[in-house]
């Protein structure tokens, strides 16, 4: 293993940058050359390689986002597209890719090792936390902490007016975002698109807590598949409750701002121990960190199978909230 790359794609997520700087300093420490490949796969597939260099990587360690840019790219969803990057890969003599990413990027990077041989390793890195193998993935902790600063934030104009208040989070179909962030920030009500999502609970939970003397109320909300749809419960539950209410989609905020410490050293872990794997020969494996222990799973076994948050947590902030 002479000259590996380095990829990041899907969803830029705190704590990339960090992982990067520590893929290349691993590189350095094991005499192992590390190229960068920018705007993801899109970036594959064009031949947009690069060798990292020990400035390239000087303070990053503090910032959000991916120096190396990322993409949603559909050309790599076709077998066409991904021998297009299997031919840059060759041509560029990479011996090994370490993919940086979540699970729609971890679905092509797996097809792209099984087609081509390419020996791939892949690092968990969403804010979604929706991955197996991991306990965190590179970013979740960041989303997390933002989320919360801001529901902190809206508690004191929600106070002062005393108003009831929908506050969106992201997370796509998991819920681990808003299940943290509301726990943490002391929401009134959860709503987790866990299939139990029921507004006449919801109205009758509320309406419970305004009978008990409450005046003001923040019922967080994960976005689900379909972003924005806070709108449309706050407009039900204003209806049926017969309250004004207020609604704040947190959106992409949670994606930037510069990763927590637990980010940072996770991302350094993750990324020292995916340089390692390579270098043992390691092939088509996600390294994740379980029980603070570095855990190595098959891509095809992480793949397409997203993760739940643990019932004991989602238990626990029912016995939290209405209350
Ligand atoms: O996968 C990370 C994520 O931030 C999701 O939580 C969110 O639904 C999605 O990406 C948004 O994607 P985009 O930035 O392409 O709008």
Redesign the pocket.
């Known amino acids: 293993m002479q000259r590996i790359a380095v990829v990041t794609s899907?969803?830029d997520?705190p704590g990339m940058n960090a992982c990067i700087r520590a893929i290349y300093r691993a590189g350095k420490f094991y005499g192992v050359e590390v190229y960068g490949i920018r705007r993801g796969y899109a970036g594959m597939i064009e031949g947009d390689f690069y060798k990292i260099e020990r400035h390239d990587v000087g303070n990053i360690i503090h910032q959000g986002g991916t120096i190396l840019g990322t993409s949603?790219s559909r050309e790599f969803m076709t077998p066409e597209g991904r021998q297009k990057a299997a031919d840059m890969l060759l041509e560029h003599e990479i011996d090994g890719l370490i993919l940086i990413g979540?699970d729609g990027s971890f679905r092509g990077g797996n097809l792209l090792s099984c087609e081509t041989g390419i020996p791939i390793i892949a690092i968990p890195g969403?804010?979604?936390n929706d991955i197996p193998g991991t306990d965190f993935s590179i970013g979740f902790d960041t989303a997390v902490n933002i989320a919360l600063e801001s529901i902190d934030r809206i508690r004191d104009t929600a106070i002062s007016h005393g108003r009831l208040f929908f506050v969106e989070v992201?997370?796509?179909t998991s819920s681990f975002i808003a299940l943290e962030a509301g726990i943490a920030g002391g929401a009134a009500q959860l709503v987790l698109h866990d299939g139990h999502e029921e507004i006449e609970e919801l109205c009758n939970q509320l309406e419970s807590l305004f009978r008990m003397g409450k005046h003001h109320a923040i019922v967080v909300i994960a976005?689900g598949d379909q972003?924005g749809c806070s709108f449309g419960i706050s407009k039900k539950v204003s209806q049926r409750i017969q309250m004004e209410s207020r609604v704040c989609v947190l959106g992409?905020t949670?994606?930037g701002g510069s990763p927590t410490a637990r980010d940072r050293v996770l991302a350094a872990k993750l990324g020292i121990s995916a340089v390692s794997a390579l270098i043992e020969g390691q092939n088509g494996v996600m390294v994740g960190e379980l029980m603070r222990e570095i855990a190595y799973h098959p891509i095809n076994d992480v793949v397409g199978k997203i993760r739940d948050p643990d019932p004991r947590i989602t238990a626990l902030s029912k016995i939290l909230t209405g209350y």
Do not use: K, L, Y
Request: aromatic fraction near 0%; avoid cysteine.
């Open positions: 899907g969803g997520a949603r979540g969403t804010i979604d992201m997370g796509h976005e972003p992409h949670q994606r």
